[in-house]
């Protein structure tokens, strides 16, 4: 991932939806199939296994089939990648851009604009 805004805006549209976030929330050390996460967030069976299949693309769950059921899992080592690129986002200055002495510059460099005279007539 390596801070790519491209996949920076799909971990943040993963976890943009009110419901998925209460679902990470809800498997936090624990396994739950698709039947319990709907009756603990009070929404279809249908609705969740939507928000799932979004997450399980993204990497954030693992599912696991056990007898008749899928339980779900959150993805230690997705969560862990992720943490690392909100961090990395979000703390100024971890890739601060330089010139060759060592000072802050700006990304874009600024145009200085022609100095207009005022002219008598």
């Known amino acids: 991932m390596a801070g790519e805004p491209k996949e920076l805006a799909r971990l943040f549209k993963v976890l943009a939806v009110g419901t998925r976030v209460r679902i990470v929330q809800l498997l936090k050390g624990r396994r739950l199939c698709v039947n319990a996460l709907a009756a603990r967030l009070d929404v279809t069976q249908g609705a969740v296994s939507q928000h799932l299949r979004v997450m399980r693309d993204a990497g954030l769950v693992?599912?696991?089939k056990r007898g008749y059921y899928v339980h779900y899992r959150l993805n230690e080592q997705t969560l862990a990648a992720w943490r690392e690129e909100i961090d990395r986002l979000l703390h100024p200055g971890q890739e601060a851009r330089t010139d060759k002495k060592g000072v802050p510059r700006c990304a874009a460099p600024m145009?200085?604009?022609?100095?207009?005279?005022?002219r008598r007539t």
């Open 62 to 64: 693992i599912d696991e």
């Open 111 to 118: 145009r200085r604009k022609k100095a207009v005279r005022n």
